[in-house]
């Protein structure tokens, strides 16, 4: 049992498939996908398939390289969304310093915006942070910021060890399974398994058997298993402990009763 904790089944590379591919999730012991907003129709569109389907559930957030032009009626209706039901998180929201289509000092603005509302609604964030590692920290380190994760994290062991300083959570992608990150595996070996999230971030970073594909949840179980051999832990107990730590973390409600293995 597995839970993909952010995916993006709300953009257009689902659209004619959808049921399909949460039946493939559901077939590969996924019992719950989180799906991630990066600008309001993209938040407003994980809240209608959290509505429709079981599984899914949804955060609404504007993404750093969307920050451009927003207005303060935008932000009032990012926040009336973000009190819709099985919605989890705001996210994902954050810094990006790769792709500078936004200034930095609106993106930072925004993130910090971002993070009051989070904090008023008493919800985790989700972190998106690209080249941005010292600024990132320095924001969440003044705002005090304890409930979220780093995701996708690709960042080494001095960056990990000040995210769970911090007491976020630190969440790997099919990333993690790519032949050249030896890196990556090795700072993930002294991460505690407590504080791991997994994740697909479909359609996007297939895991290494699937690369060149639209990535998918029902894809989660590279990743699991490269972490599990990774932590010398079952695959099943890594299941159940990222499980815990993200239902510790998000809280989700009606999550399928887990299933006899
Ligand atoms: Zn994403």
Same mark, same amino acid.
């Given at each position: 049992?597995?839970?993909?904790?952010?995916?993006?089944?709300?953009?257009?590379?689902?659209?004619?498939?959808?049921?399909?591919?949460?039946?493939?999730?559901?077939?590969?012991?996924?019992?719950?996908?989180?799906?991630?907003?990066?600008?309001?129709?993209?938040?407003?569109?994980?809240?209608?398939?959290?509505?429709?389907?079981?599984?899914?559930?949804?955060?609404? $957030?504007?993404?750093?390289?969307? @920050?451009? /032009? =927003?207005?303060? !009626?935008?932000?009032?209706? *990012?926040?009336?969304? +973000?009190?819709?039901?099985?919605?989890?998180?705001?996210?994902?929201?954050?810094?990006?310093?790769?792709?500078?289509?936004?200034?930095?000092?609106?993106?930072?603005?925004?993130?910090?915006?971002?993070?009051?509302?989070?904090?008023?609604?008493?919800?985790?964030?989700?972190?998106?942070?690209?080249?941005?590692?010292?600024?990132?920290?320095?924001?969440?380190?003044?705002?005090?910021?304890?409930?979220?994760?780093?995701?996708?994290?690709?960042?080494?062991?001095?960056?990990?060890?000040?995210?769970?300083?911090? $007491?976020?959570?630190?969440?790997? @992608?099919? /990333? =993690?399974?790519? !032949?050249?990150?030896?890196? *990556?595996?090795?700072? +993930?070996?002294?991460?505690?398994?407590?504080?791991?999230?997994?994740?697909?971030?479909?359609?996007?970073?297939?895991?290494?058997?699937?690369?060149?594909?639209?990535?998918?949840?029902?894809?989660?179980?590279?990743?699991?298993?490269?972490?599990?051999?990774?932590?010398?832990?079952?695959?099943?107990?890594?299941?159940?402990?990222?499980?815990?730590?993200?239902?510790?973390?998000?809280?989700?409600?009606?999550?399928?009763?887990?299933?006899?293995?």
């Amino acid at each position: 049992m597995f839970i993909d904790t952010h995916s993006h089944l709300n953009f257009s590379p689902f659209e004619a498939d959808i049921k399909e591919v949460i039946s493939r999730a559901k077939e590969t012991g996924i019992i719950a996908i989180i799906n991630v907003g990066a600008d309001l129709s993209t938040s407003k569109r994980a809240i209608e398939l959290a509505q429709k389907e079981d599984l899914c559930y949804a955060t609404v $957030g504007i993404h750093p390289t969307s @920050t451009n /032009n =927003l207005q303060d !009626k935008d932000y009032q209706k *990012l926040e009336d969304l +973000a009190q819709k039901k099985k919605v989890v998180a705001i996210g994902e929201v954050g810094l990006d310093w790769f792709h500078n289509q936004v200034s930095r000092k609106i993106q930072k603005e925004s993130f910090e915006r971002q993070i009051l509302l989070a904090e008023r609604l008493g919800l985790p964030l989700i972190i998106h942070n690209r080249d941005a590692n010292s600024e990132t920290l320095a924001i969440l380190k003044e705002k005090k910021i304890r409930k979220g994760v780093m995701h996708c994290f690709s960042g080494d062991i001095n960056f990990a060890i000040s995210v769970l300083s911090l $007491g976020l959570y630190i969440s790997f @992608t099919g /990333n =993690l399974t790519y !032949k050249k990150n030896e890196s *990556l595996r090795t700072v +993930a070996k002294e991460i505690p398994l407590g504080k791991i999230l997994l994740e697909t971030d479909c359609p996007y970073l297939p895991p290494q058997p699937k690369r060149g594909k639209r990535n998918e949840p029902g894809f989660l179980l590279y990743t699991a298993e490269e972490l599990a051999k990774i932590k010398g832990v079952s695959l099943q107990e890594l299941g159940e402990t990222t499980t815990k730590n993200a239902q510790d973390l998000f809280k989700l409600q009606r999550l399928p009763r887990r299933q006899k293995t």
